[in-house]
């Protein structure tokens, strides 16, 4: 492990990367890393991937980890989550890491398009602009339509409407009918 006090959850992240990318699993960052990389910088105290595997592997997925050194714990959502489940991985010193199995509206396509980013001597792939936006507008809590709006804007360029209205619609009328409200601003 790479981690050696508290305050390092990224580096255990990079770690969860290495075992994800052994296991040949797809994942891409989200949450505050991903937020940072689009131009919204705030705090957070773990880090967040999203992972393409059902959330059927996840106890296998659970082994493994705990085999890597990880403690781990997975929990999964209710029917109406639109997580299927969680498997939250920390160390020793309260660094944390959450592994999403899936969101329900994010296609398998989003991996292929996130970017990559270099990051401590390793490289992190990163949900891209387009996905982090109609992410955070399905999320829809005041916080995540202030990190979809400064996405837009802290880029600089339009980024591609014609995508980012299609993954919007993905996550149902009320993500577009919010996407919509946002462009008009």
């Known amino acids: 492990m790479r981690t050696r006090q508290a305050g390092e959850s990224a580096l255990l992240l990079l770690d969860a990367v290495d075992l994800l990318e052994r296991a040949g699993i797809s994942y891409a960052v989200v949450g505050a890393m991903a937020a940072a990389v689009h131009g919204v910088v705030r705090a957070s105290m773990d880090a967040d991937a999203v992972i393409l595997l059902p959330a059927h592997r996840a106890a296998e997925l659970e082994r ?17 989550d639109p997580i299927g489940a969680v498997l939250c991985l920390s160390d020793e010193f309260g660094n944390r ?20 980013i270099p990051f401590q001597d390793s490289q992190l792939r990163v949900v891209g602009r387009e996905d982090f936006i109609a992410m955070k507008l399905f999320a829809h809590g005041p916080q995540d339509l202030i990190d979809a709006e400064h996405a837009l804007l802290a880029a600089g360029d339009v980024p591609d409407l014609k995508l980012l209205r299609k993954l919007a619609a993905a996550y149902g009328p009320e993500t577009l009918a919010a996407l919509e409200r946002v462009l008009a601003r």
């Open 64 to 80: 493994e980890c705990r085999a890597a050194g990880f403690i781990s714990e997975v929990r999964h959502g209710d029917p109406d």
């Open 97 to 116: 890491v959450d592994l999403l199995l899936g969101l329900r509206g994010l296609g398998a396509d989003a991996y292929s398009r996130a970017t990559v």
